[in-house]
């Protein structure tokens, strides 16, 4: 069983739709919750991270980490075409250690 | 403040030769770690270095390695190259705090 499971998509969703994206953990020791986004042909670019169970927001895009759970999503309000990307989820211990979901493609349609 | 360089953005190159791959960290950040990413695999972790010293590996044979240089940066060699090498390599620099910051990558391509 991996470390990190990520909902696998694809997804495509029409343009101003509500977004979310999903991953399970199974390590307890995980303490860094991140979030980026990939677009074709580019390395991953830092969207969000958070310690704390909870909800973090940052304009249009909303972190949430259940710790007891062991889950963690992405919500994207009002989503547009630029949103078009893979978003991978990645937990980390204080060790170092990071470990990255599959990624999960989004299409928005205008 | 500059971001993650790596250099070059691609390579061509044929199987059995060997590759040097190169990356700058962001300015301050000691760790330096880099991943293999494929369609299949996603994004799969070879090393990381802090202070020049390797301190994590993953599962990848020795025809993969590296090192650090006293000032952070890292380079990644790749021997006798096969073609299931061909991939994105990224590489991703972090301070203290276990949060990761990418380059744009470098897209090998083994004929």
């Known amino acids: 069983q991996k470390e990190v499971e990520q909902d696998p998509g694809p997804l495509s969703v029409p343009e101003g739709a509500i977004v979310s994206l999903n991953c399970t953990y199974s390590?307890?020791?995980?303490?860094?919750f991140m979030w980026y986004r990939q677009y074709s042909r580019k390395g991953p670019e830092l969207l969000m991270y958070?310690?704390?169970?909870g909800n973090k927001e940052d304009g249009r895009f909303t972190a949430q980490v259940d710790k007891s759970s062991k889950y963690i999503s992405l919500f994207i309000r009002d989503s547009q075409p630029s949103d078009s990307a893979t978003y991978l989820c990645?937990?980390?211990?204080?060790?170092?250690?990071?470990?990255f979901g599959d990624g999960t493609t989004l299409t928005v349609k205008p | 403040k500059a971001g993650v360089t790596q250099t070059p953005r691609y390579l061509i190159k044929t199987r059995g030769q060997q590759v040097t791959l190169s990356c700058s960290p962001i300015?301050?950040?000691?760790?330096v770690s880099w991943y293999q990413q494929t369609p299949g695999q996603g994004l799969q972790f070879l090393f990381e270095?802090?202070?020049?010293?390797?301190?994590n590996k993953g599962n990848f044979p020795g025809r993969f390695s590296g090192r650090q240089f006293s000032n952070s940066r890292s380079e990644m060699n790749v021997s006798t190259l096969e073609l299931g090498d061909s991939a994105l390599y990224l590489c991703?620099?972090?301070?203290?705090?276990?949060?990761?910051?990418f380059g744009a990558g470098t897209r090998l391509s083994v004929l």
């Open positions: 300015s301050g950040h000691r760790s």
């Open positions: 270095y802090f202070s020049e010293t390797q301190r």
């Open positions: 991703a620099s972090r301070a203290q705090e276990n949060i990761q910051y």
């Open positions: 990645a937990i980390g211990t204080n060790a170092g250690k990071s470990t």
């Open positions: 958070t310690y704390s169970s």
């Open positions: 390590n307890s020791a995980f303490q860094y």
